[in-house]
């Protein structure tokens, strides 16, 4: 019977209103609101709930024990009230007492963004190591909470907010859970261990790695696919694939790199989510090469390139070489299109158009490959000969008495590694 009751409230849909509370701290911070909102809208309906209404407060700083003022509390709930709400969702990160008195007081579900954030992941999640992303990130921030979501983990039923780790385990005392961290973290770090020994087999192989960053639904994996005939799940959703996947891209002269997709960056990303996914994120790290990939179409493109370079920056990656990608060039507006950076560095596309694939693989290439040199390589030396081929691309040969002429042009980081054994037989 309990079962069959869990069954038939899972499938009760989530009738959300959005609250956001508008700081001093958030004005000076700079923090573009209307922005995180118009987020949050997307944020939900990704999570499959249906958003009714949207309140918003002006206070000088959050209330200790409602977030948002006492009158608008009252506000709030008369909504819920007249909408037949059964979730509020804050923009805000909310403590575990002030999501038990809004519980207390509205009977309602509260849902604050960074959980909204962990659901989505949850639901996506779709690879070992996914799912033991999320469940660790989920278990952390909830840890410290567990008083105040008493009301949300004793519900029946699913819904945001409830998958993913599951009610009972959350249930139990702070001790299983702080044991479960220690396992989860246990298990990720052998599958970080197993990805690092693959990053080094790939490196020992001469496999140059490039990957693909960018903000959420920006087209990282639909440019993923089109340049390498990938299979990426492709949606017009935010957080459409969480897992890395890898595939080789050739570029014209026939040398091949490892393209990586990686998981989209957001405003305001958890940082229990950030510090779960940090080793799948450090496929940025490993990089040669990032090319940044930027909705040119949205209105908050600057801010967005902002938030994937300050992640960046925390990653450890702010100073790899990078190529920005302005994707979806074909959905914007000539004015837009007029106000995107033009120069070396900047390349504006449609993943959709075959002319512009090829000037990104041209592009790759030509930052992976350093100027032309040229080496005078002794006839018997065919072990130089071969190095030469495999980490360059030979543009010229010719003989000159017993000796071979090269003019190629090197992958920068592929001399730094094999150079020394071509120096002494450099050109000047």
């Known amino acids: 019977m309990a079962n069959h009751l869990h069954e038939t409230n899972s499938e009760m849909k989530d009738r959300a209103i959005l609250v956001s ?3 001093d701290q958030v004005k000076r911070s700079g923090l573009n609101t209307e922005h995180s909102l118009q987020e949050l809208v997307q944020l939900s309906e990704t999570a499959g709930v249906e958003v009714l209404e949207v309140i918003t407060q002006n206070r000088e700083t959050p209330d200790s024990r409602w977030f948002i003022g006492k009158g608008k509390v009252e506000e709030l709930r008369m909504a819920i009230d007249g909408l037949g709400a059964n979730t509020a969702i804050f923009d805000q990160e909310l403590s575990g007492a002030q999501v038990r008195n809004l519980e207390e007081t509205l009977d309602v579900k509260i849902i ?109 994996s639909t440019l993923l696919n089109r ?25 014209p002269s026939g040398k091949e790199v490892v393209l990586t997709d990686t998981v989209g960056f957001i405003q305001n990303l958890p940082h229990d989510l950030v510090a779960a996914f940090r080793a799948t994120l450090e496929e940025a790290n490993e990089a040669e090469l990032i090319l940044h990939v930027v909705d040119a179409s949205s209105p908050m493109r600057d801010e967005q390139m902002q938030v ?107 001399y730094e590694k094999h150079g020394y054994q071509l120096k002494e037989y450099l050109i000047p």
């Open 112 to 220: 604050d963004r960074t959980q909204l954030i962990l659901d989505i992941f949850a639901q996506r999640a779709k690879t070992r190591e996914g799912i033991i992303q999320v469940e660790l990130a989920q278990h952390s921030y909830l840890l410290p909470r567990l008083s105040g979501h008493g009301k949300n983990l004793s519900r029946l039923g699913g819904g945001i907010g409830t998958r993913g780790p599951g009610e009972s385990k959350l249930e139990t005392d702070r001790r299983h859970i702080r044991d479960r961290i220690s396992d989860l973290k246990r298990q990720l770090d052998e599958i970080t261990k197993h990805r690092v020994l693959h990053r080094e087999r790939r490196k020992k192989s001469g496999a140059i790695q490039v990957a693909l960053v960018g903000y959420t639904n920006a087209g990282k």
């Open 308 to 414: 994937v370079s300050k992640i960046l920056q925390e990653l450890g990656a702010g100073d790899t070489d990078q190529l920005t990608i302005f994707n979806k060039i074909d959905a914007c507006e000539p004015q837009q299109q007029e106000m995107l950076p033009a120069g070396e560095g900047n390349l504006k596309i449609s993943a959709f158009n075959e002319s512009d694939l090829e000037r990104v693989k041209l592009a790759i290439q030509n930052h992976l490959s350093g100027g032309a040199v040229k080496f005078r390589i002794p006839a018997e030396r065919g072990d130089l000969s071969s190095l030469i081929y495999r980490i360059g691309d030979v543009v010229e040969q010719s003989v000159e008495d017993h000796d071979l002429l090269y003019e190629v042009h090197i992958n920068r980081a592929d």
């Open 227 to 251: 340049l390498t005939a990938a299979d990426v799940y492709i949606e017009n959703q935010l957080f459409a694939t969480l897992d890395p996947t890898s595939r080789v891209l050739e570029l």
């Open 21 to 23: 509370l508008v700081t």
